[in-house]
């Protein structure tokens, strides 16, 4: 537990020394020693998840000593260690993305992403509901200031993305709320043994998740997204899209399998898979028409927020580990991949001076690094083996295969396979369209494209390490 | 009815006022106006559960201060970026404005 406390609290000290120190400190010292922090939060959190492998067991801290039921807990498993150390990660890819390439960043950008996150931990962390919103909070405030780094034009969006994370966040607390009122308690754990299918719960675990599905951008309620995530500096696009889309899933994925009734979770199990389906093509066809890059890349988060929510849903359903295990490996193999297409994106936007993707003509020539990091971090995206995103998709479609009664489950499946390739090799075709090749404004930042390179690199390579992520998120499952 | 009840349902009701004042404007200032009318309509279900035993329960009404405290930063944010993304958009359009019209060689 000393390590995960070390991973949540060393962004959160460096947040607070970097408003502090505000313009004293240029933007490279601010942004070294951000990610000196984030590394060494990294580092912790390796620890902790070690620690975590060889127990493989829950622990439970009760802040302040106080006895259970007034102390609000902080809870370490297996997941919750993984999750640390993949925000970490993200943070230290990024940062230095952010810091070497020559698109950069603002000064501001570094507290910003060092409260993010220092908020994301405190969030994979907390096992009380109370505290969940608190995160949520933080992590909606820090994301709207970072949209709003872009300048002038992102004012807008990033307001609008403010109002919407806010109605959200009072859906779910005025479920909190409601909870508390019907059984007295805020823990998760203490909930789960409490809890019964009578009307004032379901009532409140509807607002809750209505208030989770519009924070998550989960369809229908996903359309806020595109603008938020397209308008944002390309180093936040990636923190946005990666990660705190991640953040609501998580309380959601809590909210269901723990703290809900198993019967009202059956219930709920099959909509949400829908919900997923739909997702998945609505996302993708969205996706496929987009006249721009950044907002193709939106759109392919939408996309594939549903292949998470179908493993939400059918985990649910069946009360089937292997989905638990499906469900994380998307989230994880999702945000590497999505930070190296936010990345590639941007990089070449400005190498080439547009944001349309008929823009993209002879980029395999002119920006060979960018458009490969854009092409493999797609492959993973589709689920191409070896890479991350085809060992998520294993593992989802493996159950769905073996039963005949669910392959319309695995037909939805394919059917988000084959509209995520498409909108992926249509970005991929036009670039090999050497005849009429788009002259670069600039000659191309190479740091910048190698660096954009690392993420889906990593997402490749989480093939390699597959066996052993399946059996630490399956001891892990509840 | 008893004093709780009759407080739960108005909440309810202001909750669900201003979620319908939310979804039918698109002025922004009126859109957070209507937030902050669900936020107060939230905490007076919050007050008003908090009644249930006796003396009141003080979990809930820490629960409500924490919330008001976070309400008060998210509005001042808000507010801030609407006036900025205002400005901005008013300075663009007196700029296109001039760009358009030749004739007057006057440019803010």
């Known amino acids: ?478 | 009815m008893s004093a709780m009840q009759l407080y739960t349902i108005v909440g309810a009701a202001i909750f669900l006022l201003a979620l319908h004042g939310l979804l039918m404007t698109t002025d922004s200032i009126r859109r957070l106006i209507a937030v902050n009318l669900m936020g107060a309509g939230t905490f007076l279900i919050m007050i008003a559960l908090a009644a249930r035993i006796s003396p009141p329960d003080p979990v809930l009404h820490a629960l409500v201060v924490t919330g008001l405290v976070v309400a008060i930063s998210a509005t001042a944010l808000a507010l801030r970026l609407i006036t900025s993304a205002a400005i901005a958009q008013h300075s663009q359009d007196s700029e296109n404005k001039g760009d358009g019209d030749l004739s007057e060689d006057v440019k803010p």
């Open chain 1, 1 to 478: 537990m000393t390590y995960a406390l070390v991973s949540l609290s060393v962004p959160l000290f460096c947040a607070l020394l970097l408003t502090l120190a505000g313009p004293k400190l240029d933007s490279r010292h601010a942004g070294q020693i951000a990610i000196v922090c984030s590394a060494l939060s990294l580092v912790a959190a390796w620890f902790a998840l070690m620690q975590m492998a060889e127990l493989n067991q829950t622990i439970l801290l009760e802040l302040g000593g106080w006895e259970s039921g007034l102390a609000i807990r902080l809870r370490l498993n297996p997941l919750s260690s993984l999750l640390l150390l993949f925000t970490a990660f993200m943070h230290v890819l990024i940062g230095v993305y952010a810091a070497f390439s020559r698109q950069g960043v603002s000064r501001d950008f570094w507290p910003l992403s060092s409260f993010l996150h220092g908020s994301l931990a405190a969030l994979w962390l907390s096992a009380d509901l109370f505290n969940l919103y608190i995160t949520l909070e933080l992590l909606g405030l820090t994301a709207v200031a970072m949209v709003a780094l872009a300048g002038k034009k992102a004012y807008k969006p990033a307001a609008n993305y403010l109002i919407l994370s806010l109605v959200a966040s009072l859906f779910y607390l005025l479920g909190v709320a409601l909870i508390y009122g019907r059984y007295g308690s805020l823990d998760v754990v203490l909930l789960s043994l409490q809890t019964q299918s009578d009307l004032l719960t379901r009532i409140a675990l509807l607002i809750m998740t209505a208030g989770l599905m519009l924070k998550a951008a989960l369809w229908p309620l996903h359309l806020w997204l595109p603008a938020a995530h397209a308008n944002a500096p390309t180093a936040v696009s990636a923190l946005l899209s990666g990660l705190v889309v991640k953040g609501p899933l998580f309380i959601l994925f809590l909210l269901w399998s723990e703290v809900a009734p198993v019967d009202l979770a059956q219930q709920i199990g099959p909509v949400l898979a829908i919900a997923g389906m739909i997702a998945l093509v609505a996302g993708g066809l969205s996706a496929m028409r987009s006249p721009y890059i950044k907002t193709l890349v939106a759109y392919s988060t939408v996309a594939q927020l549903g292949y998470a929510m179908m493993a939400l849903g059918l985990l649910l359903t069946w009360q089937l580990p292997q989905m638990h295990v499906a469900l994380w490996l998307f989230v994880i193999a999702h945000g590497l991949a999505k930070a190296t297409l936010f990345l590639a994106a941007g990089e070449m936007q400005a190498t080439l001076g547009t944001k349309r993707i008929s823009g993209l003509r002879g980029a395999t020539q002119t920006v060979p690094v960018a458009m490969f990091a854009f092409a493999v971090a797609g492959g993973s995206l589709i689920g191409l083996p070896p890479s991350g995103g085809f060992l998520a998709k294993w593992v989802l479609l493996q159950p769905l295969l073996s039963e005949p009664q669910n392959w319309p489950w695995a037909f939805g499946v394919l059917l988000g396979t084959l509209v995520s390739a498409a909108y992926i090799f249509r970005v991929v075709a036009i670039s090999f369209d050497r005849a009429r090749i788009n002259p670069p404004d600039i000659r191309p930042d190479r740091v910048g494209h190698w660096l954009a390179l690392l993420p889906a690199l990593m997402v490749w390579g989480m093939a390699l390490t597959g066996d052993w992520l399946i059996q630490l998120l399956a001891g892990s499952s509840v």
